[in-house]
């Protein structure tokens, strides 16, 4: 390397690649797919009184294993919904366009360990939701494989 790319590199006025030489470290030569995955489990049910519930248990691939368990409940008595996840950076939305699901998943991640810089990432997948699940048959289920990507948001 040129004395002069050094003094500019260490400067921060170029970067390794503005110079032609590959980038190092953990994200260099990470594609799009190489992000990891959710492994999801997604539980419905409503009851006669009008009740509704909802669960997805999201484990994503990531060393370490991050587990996330999400709740929503209906309550028609005062026309309210409550969500809740026990992990803040996880959300998701569930697309229910009949006779297609759709989930989208979006979550902060370390992808190399604690000591990697926080990545915002996203999936989205189509989802099969079977119903007829449980002693009443109001119950339904789903269970699908997200990618994550690169969230460009």
């Not at 060393?63 to 026990?86: F, G």
């Not at 119950?139 to 997200?146: A, H, I, K, L, P």
Request: net charge negative.
């Amino acid at each position: 390397m040129h004395q002069l790319h050094r003094s500019l590199l260490s400067l921060g006025l170029l970067t390794p690649a503005a110079l032609g030489y590959a980038l190092k470290g953990p994200l260099a030569d990470r594609a799009d797919s190489q992000y990891g995955y959710w492994d999801l489990t997604l539980t419905r049910g409503n009851a006669a009184s009008g009740y509704r519930w909802e669960n997805l248990a999201a484990t994503y691939s990531g060393a370490p294993e991050a587990v996330v368990n999400c709740k929503m409940l209906y309550d028609p008595t005062v026309n309210e919904t409550t969500r809740s996840c026990d992990e803040p950076s996880f959300s998701y939305e569930v697309d229910s366009e009949w006779p297609e699901n759709w989930i989208t998943v979006r979550q902060t991640v370390q992808l190399d360990g604690a000591e990697s810089t926080p990545v915002a990432v996203v999936g989205k997948a189509q989802i099969e939701i079977e119903c007829g699940k449980g002693a009443t048959g109001r119950g339904c289920e789903g269970v699908v494989r997200v990618e994550a990507t690169v969230d460009g948001n």
